[in-house]
C-alpha cells in the first residue's frame, strides 16, 4: 500500500490536486484576427517545419476558453511566450516582453483575466539556462567583445575575454562539422565546452544560436529571478523550468524558490527533469517534476501490441525506456514511482502522456484510439495533475519534432469527437470523485497477463480501476479483503462501453473476486 497522498513533509500548493491540466504550444493552437501578422504565415494547415511560424496567438487561445473549460480542463501551461526568433520560443529575444507575433503583454493580460474568470490558472515556461543570439546582452558582447559590460553575463573563452578573437555567432557548415567532431570525441558535449573553444562563447548543447547564460553572475542572476517575480506579479500562477539540471547550482534553484513564493506562496514549480530524481522535490526547490518516468509506463502498458517500436527509436530519451509492460510489470512500475517521492510531491506531480518533446500519444500507440483511451484512464485515476497536450483529445498524430507541434483544427468539431467525449467523461469522473485526485492509498489489487486493477482507498470510501490491455477478455481475479462480502458497481467513466455494459460483480466473504473484463478497455468501479 502507497500513500496517502494528502499528507506529506514539504509545502506543496494545494490548488495542484485538483487541476487538471492543457498544454499548449501558442503558435499552433489557435489564431485571432484580432493580432495583425506583419507578413507570409506558413499554411495553417500545411505539415509543421522547424523553421515556420503559423500564427497562433495568445488571443485565440483566449477565445476558446470555453471549449477548454467544457472539456474539463482547469489549468493551462504554455511553452514560452516571450520575444523570440523560433516558432517554439525557447531562443529568447527579451524575457520581460511577450512577443507581438502572439499579441504582446496585452494579449497574455487578456488571456490571464479570462482564465481567471473561468476559475483555470496560467503556468509559463522559464528558459532560464541559455538565451539566444538575440538576446540583448549576448547581442552587446557580440558587437563590443570584452569591452562589453555584459561579457560576464556568458561563458567567454580567454581568447574573447582578452581581446584577441570575437564571437563566431554564425559559424559556417565546416566549422559547425568541427564542432561535431569534437564533441563526439568527448563522448557528447551538453555543457557547451567545445563551443566555447571554437566559437569563443559556451552554448548550451554546441548550438550557436543558444548561448548558456552565467547565472553565477550576480547581475545574470538577478535578471532572472526578478523576471520571474515580475511576471507573477502581473498574474501567472506558477513556472515550468526548462533544462533545469542545466543549471548546475543547487543555491540558484533555491533562491528562485523563496522569491516565487514571496510573490505568490500559491505558485506551482515544476521542472522538466526526465528521470526519477527525488533530490529536485525535497521543499527546498520544485514542488513537481514533469512525471516522464510515468508516461512511459502508462504507453508501455496501454499500448500492448500497438506499440510503434520505431516511433519509440526515434526519440532518443524512449529509446530505452518505453517498452511493452504487462499488468504485473506495469503494476510493479507503478508502485515503484508512486513510492519514490513524499506523498505530497505525488499529489502534485505533472502526469503527461506526450509534450512538444515527443511523438504523440496516439502515434507512439501506433494510432490505436483504443491505446489512448486507456492511458487517459490510468493518467485520470492516479495521484498528481493530469497534463493533456493540445489536440490529444481529439486524436492529433506526430512524430517527433517538429510534426509533433502540428495545428489544431481551426473548425470547431473537427477531429476524432467519440475520443474527446471520452476523455471528457474520464476527466468528470475524476473531478467528481475526490478519491482520485487528492486523498487516499494506492494498491495493486490484481495483475494477470494483459490486465491490471488497482485500488484507491481512503476512510470508508473506496474506488476499484479495472484494465485490460490485452486483444481479448480476459477475467481478472483480484484480492480485495477490505471489501469482502460487498458488490461492485460502475462507477464510470460514464459512456465508455465497459462502464455501461457492466452487471455488479460480488466480491466473496475471503475477499476475492473475479473481474470480466472486455479486451482494450477499462473502467471504475466502486462498492455498493
Known amino acids: 500500500m502507497i500513500g496517502p497522498f494528502d499528507r506529506g513533509a514539504v509545502d506543496v500548493p494545494g490548488w495542484v490536486r485538483d487541476a487538471v491540466f492543457y498544454q499548449v504550444f501558442p503558435d499552433r493552437f489557435a489564431s485571432s484576427e484580432r493580432v495583425v501578422k506583419p507578413g507570409p504565415l506558413e499554411p495553417w494547415d500545411a505539415p509543421p517545419t522547424t523553421h515556420g511560424f503559423k500564427g497562433g496567438d495568445l488571443l485565440g487561445l483566449a477565445e476558446r476558453l470555453p471549449e477548454l473549460a467544457e472539456l474539463g480542463i482547469t489549468a493551462l501551461y504554455l511553452t514560452p511566450i516571450f520575444a523570440s526568433a523560433s516558432n517554439h520560443r525557447y531562443h529568447t529575444l527579451d524575457y520581460r516582453r511577450v512577443d507581438p507575433l502572439l499579441g504582446g503583454d496585452v494579449a497574455l493580460r487578456e488571456l490571464l483575466d479570462a482564465a481567471h474568470g473561468r476559475g483555470m490558472r496560467v503556468v509559463l515556461d522559464g528558459v532560464f539556462n541559455h538565451a539566444s543570439r538575440g538576446f540583448w546582452p549576448f547581442h552587446h558582447v557580440l558587437e563590443n567583445g570584452a569591452a562589453s559590460p555584459y561579457r560576464d553575463w556568458f561563458h567567454l573563452s580567454p581568447e574573447v575575454l582578452a581581446g584577441r578573437r570575437g564571437l563566431d555567432a554564425y559559424p559556417t557548415p565546416r566549422t559547425m562539422a568541427r564542432i561535431a567532431r569534437d564533441a563526439t570525441a568527448l563522448g557528447g558535449d551538453r555543457s557547451g565546452v567545445v563551443s566555447e573553444r571554437v566559437l569563443g562563447y559556451r552554448a548550451w548543447w554546441d548550438l550557436p544560436a543558444l548561448p548558456k547564460l552565467a547565472t553565477s553572475t550576480p547581475a545574470v542572476r538577478e535578471y532572472l529571478l526578478a523576471t520571474a517575480e515580475h511576471w507573477l506579479r502581473f498574474g501567472i500562477d506558477g513556472w515550468r523550468l526548462d533544462v533545469p539540471g542545466e543549471i548546475a547550482d543547487p ?228 484480492s480485495l479483503p477490505g471489501l469482502a462480502g460487498r458488490s461492485l458497481g460502475a462507477a464510470g467513466p460514464t459512456g465508455w462501453p465497459a462502464a455501461e455494459a457492466w452487471t455488479s460483480v460480488r466480491v466473496a466473504p475471503n475477499g476475492s473476486a473475479s473481474l470480466p473484463l472486455p479486451a482494450r478497455t477499462g473502467l471504475v468501479l466502486r462498492p455498493i
Do not use: K
Not at 287 to 299: N, V
Not at 359 to 387: E, F, H, I, N, S
Not at 412 to 440: K, N
Open 251 to 478: 543555491d540558484f534553484w533555491r533562491e528562485f524558490r523563496r522569491r516565487v513564493r514571496a510573490v505568490n506562496p500559491e505558485a506551482y514549480i515544476v521542472g522538466e527533469v526526465w528521470r526519477v530524481e527525488p533530490d529536485w522535490v525535497g521543499g527546498d526547490r520544485f514542488d513537481a517534476l514533469m512525471d516522464y518516468p510515468l508516461a512511459e509506463a502508462t504507453i508501455g502498458f496501454a499500448a500492448g501490441r500497438h506499440l510503434d517500436r520505431r516511433v519509440v527509436r526515434e526519440q532518443h530519451e524512449y529509446a530505452s525506456t518505453v517498452r511493452r509492460l504487462d499488468g504485473r510489470a506495469f503494476g510493479r512500475r507503478l508502485e515503484e514511482l508512486l513510492a519514490a517521492y513524499d506523498p505530497a510531491v505525488t499529489a502534485v506531480q505533472l502526469n503527461l502522456l506526450d509534450s512538444h518533446d515527443t511523438p504523440r500519444v496516439r502515434t507512439l500507440c501506433g494510432g490505436d484510439t483504443a491505446a489512448v483511451r486507456l492511458a487517459t484512464l490510468v493518467q485520470m485515476t492516479l495521484p498528481g495533475a493530469p497534463c493533456i497536450y493540445y489536440g490529444d483529445e481529439i486524436g492529433l498524430e506526430g512524430h517527433h519534432d517538429p510534426d509533433c507541434r502540428r495545428s489544431f483544427p481551426r473548425e470547431a468539431g473537427v477531429g476524432d469527437r467519440a475520443l474527446r467525449d471520452d476523455i471528457r467523461a474520464a476527466i468528470v469522473l475524476r473531478m467528481a470523485e475526490p478519491l482520485l485526485r487528492d486523498r487516499g492509498t494506492f494498491a495493486i489489487a490484481g495483475a494477470m497477463g494483459p490486465a491490471l486493477a488497482y485500488l484507491r482507498v481512503a476512510d470508508d470510501d473506496a474506488l476499484l480501476v479495472a484494465l485490460n490491455a490485452g486483444e481479448r477478455a480476459v477475467r481478472l481475479p483480484v
